[in-house]
Every structure is written in structure tokens, then in C-alpha cells.
């Protein structure tokens, strides 16, 4: 059974950063791609970052130059750091196992963690 735990949300003002981590069980993790999506009420989730295996990355375009997603595989963990941070950005960010990257963009995979919001206010 695929286990996933993030941690690092909170709330940051406009420009600040914040570092998200996620830690998996139950995978192979070295050989899994993993990703990170948002989601705001009443809408859908979204890619935010991706990382193969092999360490390849996909970025959702809102995001590309302010955040960089990074792996451990020792650590099992993936991280997402946030970087000039938007109001825009405030969601509920969750760690996805799995992921599918494709020149034709990223399909989730079937286990999520249970989410970590972020908010971005001053």
C-alpha cells in the first residue's frame, strides 16, 4: 500500500518561499516519477511539477522559473520548492505517485497524500 506524508505548507507573504517535502512508502521509489498538484475550492487539481525517475522535470506554465520539484531517492522524499510566491498560488498542494510524463503533458497516477495548504497573503 502506497503511503505518501507532506509537510512545509503554511502561510508565506507575497515573495516569500517555502519548501514542501513529500515522503513515500510502499513504492519502489527510485524507479517511481512523482508529482505535485494544487487544487482551490471548487476546482480542479492541477499540475504543478513532476520528476521522473531519472530525475526529468515538467513544470505547469504559472510556475516554471519560481519553483523547483527535487528528489532523494535515499530519503524516499520528493520536494518542491517555492520560490517568489504569488497570492495566486494559495491551494491545497498534494504529493502524487506514479505520474505519467509524456511530450503531450503529465496524467496523475493513482496515489495522492492527503495535502498541505498553502496560503499566500500579507
Known amino acids: 500500500q502506497v503511503h505518501l506524508v507532506e509537510s512545509g505548507g503554511g502561510l508565506v507573504q507575497p515573495g516569500g518561499s517555502l519548501r514542501l517535502s513529500c515522503t513515500a512508502s510502499?513504492?519502489?521509489?527510485?524507479?517511481?516519477?512523482m508529482g505535485w498538484f494544487r487544487q482551490t475550492p471548487g476546482n480542479q487539481r492541477d499540475l504543478v511539477a513532476a520528476?521522473?525517475?531519472?530525475?526529468?522535470?515538467s513544470y505547469g506554465d504559472s510556475v516554471k522559473g519560481r519553483f523547483t520539484i527535487s528528489r532523494d531517492n535515499a530519503k524516499n522524499t520528493v520536494y518542491l520548492q517555492m520560490n517568489n510566491l504569488k497570492e495566486e498560488d494559495t491551494a491545497v498542494y498534494f504529493c502524487?505517485?506514479?505520474?505519467?510524463?509524456?511530450?503531450?503533458?503529465?496524467?496523475?497516477?493513482?496515489?495522492w497524500g492527503q495535502g498541505t495548504q498553502v496560503t499566500v497573503s500579507s
Open positions: 502524487n505517485a506514479g505520474v505519467r510524463i509524456a511530450r503531450s503533458g503529465v496524467a496523475s497516477g493513482d496515489d
Open positions: 520528476i521522473s525517475g531519472g530525475g526529468t522535470t
Open positions: 510502499g513504492v519502489i521509489f527510485s524507479f517511481t516519477a
